[in-house]
């Protein structure tokens, strides 16, 4: 089972550059999302989709705009990036969004902007 | 707002080793409480989760306990080892869309 793919897994833009991240799940989740992750502050949300069709700011939506292309697949676009979007990306998908629902990671895309 | 408040790290325990790492939480809610795992160079995967208060998690020799009196999912392990090395994550969640994680401990365990 692949679970959760992201694709690039390592990216180094330059100030300005743009770019987007793909991400898929193959379990069949409605709810998928996008978190930043940065040293001393743990993971913080980007933007989520609770269903094919919906998205949703997080905690930390500026800079960032997403897509979600049908049921399986979830991208995150930076339009023009900046140096304090250097973080580790993850996506994560989950079959409902409840009280106890675990969330399913990909292995996250490392990004510097220079 | 809720949030979660892990301790600081880096632990380093030699193997064998009785591991407790402190988590307290805050939040308006009846929130689910989780701790993840991320091994290096990978994502995070779920360890446990408790849904209620006093329900105890479970895993692999890892165990938390739901307490509702002191606000605290701390986790705990009778022995380490160096397999266990990794970055700890405690985590809430009071029913929406919106899983709030703590900064993350890390755990070195030497051999």
């Known amino acids: 089972n692949a679970g959760v793919t992201q694709t690039p897994k390592f990216q180094v833009l330059k100030t300005g550059q743009s770019m987007t991240l793909q991400c898929a799940q193959d379990?069949?989740?409605?709810?998928m999302y996008w978190y930043r992750q940065d040293p001393g502050m743990g993971l913080r949300l980007i933007y989520y989709?609770?269903?094919?069709?919906?998205?949703d700011k997080g905690e930390v939506p500026n800079g960032y705009n997403v897509s979600r292309l049908n049921k399986r697949e979830f991208s995150l676009r930076l339009e023009s990036a900046a140096p304090s979007q250097t973080s580790v990306y993850f996506c994560?998908?989950?079959?409902?969004?409840?009280?106890?629902?675990?969330?399913?990671f990909g292995s996250g895309t490392q990004l510097s902007v220079l | 707002g809720d949030s979660v408040t892990q301790m600081e790290g880096p632990v380093t325990l030699s193997e064998e080793a009785f591991l407790t790492i402190n988590c307290t939480y805050t939040?308006?809610?009846?929130?689910?409480l989780f701790w993840y795992v991320q091994y290096p160079g990978e994502g995070l995967q779920l360890l446990l989760k408790?849904?209620?208060?006093?329900d105890k998690g479970s895993n692999k020799g890892f165990e938390a306990t739901y307490r509702k009196e002191t606000t605290s999912f701390h986790l705990e392990k009778g022995s380490v080892q160096v397999s266990d090395s990794a970055v700890y994550f405690c985590?809430?969640?009071?029913?929406?869309?919106?899983?709030?994680f703590g900064a993350g401990t890390r755990l070195f365990v030497k051999a």
């Open positions: 989709s609770a269903s094919e069709g919906t998205t």
């Open positions: 939040a308006t809610g009846y929130p689910s």
């Open positions: 408790a849904t209620k208060a006093d």
């Open positions: 985590a809430l969640n009071t029913g929406g869309f919106k899983t709030i």
């Open positions: 379990m069949n989740h409605n709810s």
């Open positions: 994560a998908s989950s079959e409902i969004q409840g009280r106890g629902e675990k969330l399913f």
